[in-house]
């Protein structure tokens, strides 16, 4: 079993709720991961979550009831974290509560998986993409590699992602982007919305961490490499 603990990046779909269309739903990574793994995903994430109100709302709890020996624990906190300085910050209170949430898992004999946040779609007027996290990511990095956690570096595959697709197209894996190409308007609040995805968007991200939670797992080293076999051709 896969559990996944996070905020509105992760979360489960909106169903079209917040831009009127059921096709063209608001919807975190999480949602589409089960798709592209062969075992089952739990998905507590939840807008606006942050390490503290994940614990405090009993997101938390409601995974720790059903962790078993051998599951793993996904983790994709930062968004809204880093609106907490004071409480949450970087080096201090996330840091701290990553850490406790790490030290049940292993306790109960799961596995525990960072990530860091994807990237927020800001290109700047050059061209390049704003960094808009901060040292939460880098602290996610030191964290998991001082503590001897896997990290799946989602800020930087969305970072390549976005730069790859280009400014216009990778428009497309948010809600506005896919409605400006349908035709369909939406809010002004979502047209500006370069943070959470519509399906495209979440089903790219969902892939990676599959191939990541799969990488991890060992998959494929078992398979005879077929280097040889194009020596022989």
């Not at 300085?85 to 990553?98: D, H, K």
């Not at 390049?128 to 956690?149: F, M, T």
């Not at 390549?160 to 609040?189: C, M, N, P, Q, T």
């Not at 047209?191 to 799969?214: I, P, Q, W």
């Amino acid at each position: 079993m896969i559990h996944l603990a996070g905020d509105s990046t992760l979360a489960p779909t909106d169903n079209g709720a917040s831009s009127g269309h059921p096709d063209l739903p608001l919807l975190g990574w999480g949602d589409e991961l089960a798709a592209f793994l062969d075992e089952p995903v739990t998905n507590r994430a939840f807008g606006g979550a942050t390490t503290l109100s994940f614990r405090e709302r009993g997101n938390w709890k409601l995974i720790t009831d059903e962790l078993q020996a051998g599951d793993t624990v996904v983790f994709g906190f930062g968004h809204n974290d880093q609106k907490d300085p004071e409480t949450l910050a970087a080096e201090g209170g996330y840091r701290e509560r990553l850490t406790a949430f790490i030290e049940e898992v292993r306790a109960a004999g799961a596995k525990p998986v960072l990530t860091t946040s994807v990237e927020r779609r800001m290109f700047l007027p050059d061209g390049a993409l704003r960094h808009s996290h901060g040292p939460y990511p880098a602290e996610v990095r030191r964290l998991g590699h001082e503590l001897d956690v896997p990290v799946i570096d989602l800020n930087a595959f969305t970072r390549w992602l976005y730069a790859w697709l280009g400014e216009h197209d990778s428009a497309a894996l948010f809600v506005h982007g896919e409605a400006a190409k349908r035709g369909i308007e939406v809010s002004a609040d979502l047209k500006k919305d370069n943070t959470h995805y519509t399906t495209a968007g979440a089903a790219a991200v969902a892939r990676f961490v599959a191939e990541g939670l799969r990488a991890l797992r060992g998959d494929g080293g078992d398979a005879a490499p077929a280097g040889l076999e194009m020596v022989r051709r």
